[in-house]
């Protein structure tokens, strides 16, 4: 037996944990087994409503926006404990279908929004600007007293002895954390599968992955059980699991929203840095978080925030973007190619002027991210493993093979690095783009398993831009995107993704871009991403 009472090999540690998340769901919160979908039943995002197992306030809730839940909270037509107890139930739902949690922490949560009502009743006043609003956290995001697994399962019931900064910020701000989600192992793999959790499904389609690594987040918002979510990308992981359940994501640059003390299994690595931002169904809920978080003075909480307060950003009538076709490597898939053919149509009929933007440096850009992930010849992740005999998961056997670099090799990358971004910020200033359109991911749906290519976010992680993923209001349609012409391959790993495309599989998915700006030019990418949209 470990110190904790758990048994000391990890699949035995798995089970106990599993049961223990099932078990804090509150009988009345599990589905009935008559109502019960069959898993046969692929989308699962219609069971609320179609179900007649949720109240009409409790939908009427958990489809509101979050400024509708604000608003509604803080004139007293909904009680932050009737807001907070419609998004538990939900959650619990979503987690019985979709496998999308780490924590439950429906009791916690409950008891804060009494004492949130409590104070409003006593002070006529709220405790902040984001009093009574449920937000989600990715399972990295430290709570005290809370386990922070990030899929591992040594780190299983080792509950954190502080709070994250984020989560200190939005508390003060007056939020609710009613659910942690699930990651991958390591939070280091495109797909959200671990071997303490097992796989998260999307809900849209549970044949198809929700992405990673925050996944557990993608899949919970995309069943409407949560209206805004806090995850983290490293190479992509807020923008690949927004893409594929069709929602949005913004990636920050490093420094803008505080990251101190987060769980990671690879502390120290600070080469690439990961960022924290939102994900939600619509832009308005990434920007009250941005502009909340940004707000609250963030620099005073984290050393490594900028102390760059929010702006007011006007992008004019008319943008001027680059829109990157292909990066180079892999070409979009058909849905994804058409996406990209109508947005930028639906763009330049509104007046905005677009240009082909060409994927320079980008394939370099890659190997330099790939290399940092795996400097240390993979002995973090190893020392993490080994306590518990947990087996290294076959997508990331890249770490088990890896040869550690050195610190001069290590340097040399890092130079090349700079050279890379200093050449393509000189690439952006002489093109005199306001930002890039391009896909966010080759693929508008993956099956379990099947996912590749992280270049389309990695890329700009090594920028550092900030980057938001948006739906474009379409999805696939087989009868239109058919399978590749059979034009010649850029690439082994493109010859793959093409060949793993079926029509049939994602037929229905929605389908999502991704607009690029600046380092720290998070207030304009938001902007620019309203006036896509509108041109849409």
Same mark, same amino acid.
């Given at each position: ?26 009988? !009345? ?34 489809? +509101? ?5 604000? !608003? ?10 009737? @807001?907070?107890?419609?998004? #538990? ?10 496998? #999308? ?26 405790? *902040? ?27 299983? %019931? ?15 701000? *007056? ?6 989600? %699930? ?31 925050? *996944? ?14 806090? *995850?983290t990308d490293i190479g992509g992981s807020l923008r690949i699991p927004a893409s594929l359940t069709g929602i949005f994501a913004l990636r920050p640059s490093f420094g803008r929203f505080p990251t101190r003390g987060a769980a990671s299994a690879l502390a120290g690595q600070e080469a690439v840095h990961s960022v924290n931002g939102p994900m939600a169904r619509g832009i308005g809920e990434i920007e009250l978080f941005a502009k909340t978080v940004v ?9 490594? #925030? ?6 007011? @950003? %006007? ?37 905005? !002027? ?20 795996? +400097? ?15 087996? =290294? ?26 050279? @890379? ?8 200033? !002489? ?11 080759? #693929? ?14 990695? @890329? ?36 793959? =993704?093409? +060949? ?37």
């Open positions: 037996m470990s110190q904790s009472g758990v048994p000391g090999d990890w699949k035995a540690i798995s089970e106990v944990k599993k049961k223990a998340l099932f078990d804090s769901i509150p009988p !009345e919160w599990r589905i009935p087994s008559n109502i019960l979908p069959p898993d046969t039943q692929l989308d699962v995002t219609p069971f609320p409503v179609t179900s007649g197992w949720f109240s009409e306030q409790e939908l009427e809730i958990t489809a +509101a926006t979050a400024s509708s839940i604000l !608003e509604n909270v803080h004139t007293w037509k909904w009680s932050a404990q009737d @807001v907070t107890k419609a998004f #538990c139930k939900r959650a619990a739902a979503a987690h019985q279908l979709t496998n #999308c949690l780490s924590e439950a922490l429906f009791s916690s949560a409950l008891s804060r929004a009494r004492e949130l009502d409590d104070h409003l009743a006593k002070t006529s006043s709220v405790v *902040g600007p984001l009093h009574g609003l449920p937000i989600s956290l990715k399972d990295n995001f430290n709570i005290i007293g809370t386990d922070s697994t990030v899929g591992l399962a040594h780190w299983v %019931n080792k509950p954190a002895t502080h709070n994250s900064a984020v989560v200190d910020q939005l508390q003060d701000a *007056g939020a609710v954390f009613y659910v942690k989600t %699930n990651v991958p192992t390591a939070m280091m793999i495109a797909e959200t599968v671990n071997n303490v959790f097992g796989r998260t499904t999307n809900p849209l389609n549970r044949n198809l992955t929700s992405g990673g690594s925050s *996944g557990g987040e993608s899949a919970l918002i995309a069943f409407g059980g949560s209206v805004l979510g806090v *995850g707000e609250l003075r963030p620099w005073e909480r984290d050393p490594k #925030c900028v102390p760059l307060p929010w702006r007011s @950003v %006007n992008v004019g009538p008319k943008l001027k973007l680059g829109v990157m076709w292909d990066d180079g490597m892999v070409r979009p898939t058909p849905p994804i190619q058409r996406a990209l053919r109508e947005v930028v149509e639906k763009l330049r009929k509104a007046g905005h !002027e677009i240009i082909d933007w060409a994927p320079e440096l980008h394939e370099q850009a890659l190997g330099i991210l790939l290399k940092f992930f795996t +400097a240390d010849g993979g002995k973090s992740l190893k020392a993490i493993l080994e306590p518990v005999h947990e087996p =290294v998961r076959p997508e990331m056997a890249a770490y088990s093979n890896a040869a550690e670099l050195g610190v001069h090799a290590l340097w040399q990358l890092q130079m090349q690095r700079s050279t @890379v971004c200093h050449e393509y910020l000189n690439r952006c200033r !002489e093109a005199g783009i306001d930002g890039i359109l391009c896909a966010t991911t080759p #693929c508008a749906g993956v099956e379990h398993g099947k996912f590749k290519h992280v270049a389309y976010t990695g @890329v700009f992680n090594i920028l550092d831009y900030a980057a938001i993923s948006f739906p474009c209001g379409t999805s696939v349609d087989k009868a239109l995107d058919l399978a590749s012409d059979g034009s010649s391959p850029l690439s082994d790993m493109d010859r793959q =993704v093409q +060949a793993d495309y079926d029509a049939s599989a994602v037929h229905g998915m929605p389908m999502s871009l991704q607009l690029v700006a600046g380092r720290l030019e998070e207030e304009k990418v938001i902007e620019m991403t309203k006036t896509v949209l509108r041109a849409l």
